[in-house]
């Protein structure tokens, strides 16, 4: 059974940076084809794509995000991190990873984890 | 890149069918056969309805369908059920990057 789940600060300051893990269990980063996703979703809001990590280290961010996004994994502990810079109250979301294959599609999702950004 | 674009309701009885679209460019839906499609029920994470445009994983009704004409992929649900009520998103890869719908809010009356 795949599973995944998220975890970190549930309140952060603006300019501070956010450090979320996904820990999950079922499968291997190190198997080819396996990929951890984030995505997020501001409260009444859309889902917006953050991030993906493949088997091979392979890194790819949001277009408009990527300058405050960085991503790894340790696979030795099937965890993927997500770390995101310069936190503003337009952050304030709830933050989910997912198990991603290489067509784009997410078929396991973490419970999410909701982060606010407040002074 | 703008996300791609979904009526913001729909609606129907139960028993009817109602079709979603989800309209985007030939750089995204129009150029690559990875359309999939989520279910959100409030305060839960989306669940995987259909993915690369047609298919439907394990465990997920055959009243949930998948297509996909030029820049345009659609969703129908056909024999509506209450617990169908939720919003839906489409997503679409394109080059090395994933885009999502804004979103549809499907009621049934």
């Known amino acids: 059974q795949v599973t995944l789940r998220e975890s970190g600060p549930a309140l952060v300051k603006p300019t501070q940076t956010l450090t979320l893990t996904c820990t999950f269990s079922?499968?291997?980063?190190?198997?080819?084809?396996?990929?951890v996703s984030w995505i997020r979703q501001p409260p009444g809001k859309a889902l917006e794509w953050l991030a993906l990590?493949?088997?091979?280290?392979?890194?790819y961010y949001s277009t408009s995000l990527k300058t405050r996004l960085t991503i790894s994994k340790d696979t030795s502990k099937n965890q993927v991190v997500l770390t995101m810079t310069n936190m503003d109250p337009v952050d304030t979301a709830t933050y989910y990873c997912?198990?991603?294959?290489?067509?784009?599609?997410?078929?396991?999702w973490g419970q999410g984890t909701t982060v606010t950004v407040s002074s | 890149q703008s996300a791609l674009t979904q009526p913001a309701s729909v609606s129907g009885s139960p028993g009817q069918s109602i079709t979603i679209s989800c309209t985007g460019t030939?750089?995204?839906?129009?150029?690559?056969?990875?359309v999939s499609w989520y279910q959100q029920h409030p305060g839960k994470a989306p669940k995987l309805m259909i993915y690369?445009?047609?298919n439907r994983p394990s465990g997920v009704s055959n009243r949930f369908s998948g297509s996909k004409s030029g820049n345009t992929a659609s969703l129908t649900i056909s024999g509506l059920q209450a617990e169908d009520e939720a919003d839906y998103y489409c997503?679409?890869?394109?080059?090395?990057?994933?885009?999502f719908g804004g979103g549809t809010k499907l009621t049934v009356l």
């Open positions: 997912a198990r991603i294959f290489v067509s784009g599609h997410m078929d396991v």
């Open positions: 079922g499968f291997s980063l190190s198997t080819s084809g396996m990929c």
């Open positions: 990590i493949d088997w091979d280290d392979d890194k």
């Open positions: 030939s750089s995204d839906v129009g150029g690559y056969n990875y």
């Open positions: 690369d445009v047609s």
């Open positions: 997503s679409s890869y394109t080059s090395s990057s994933l885009l």
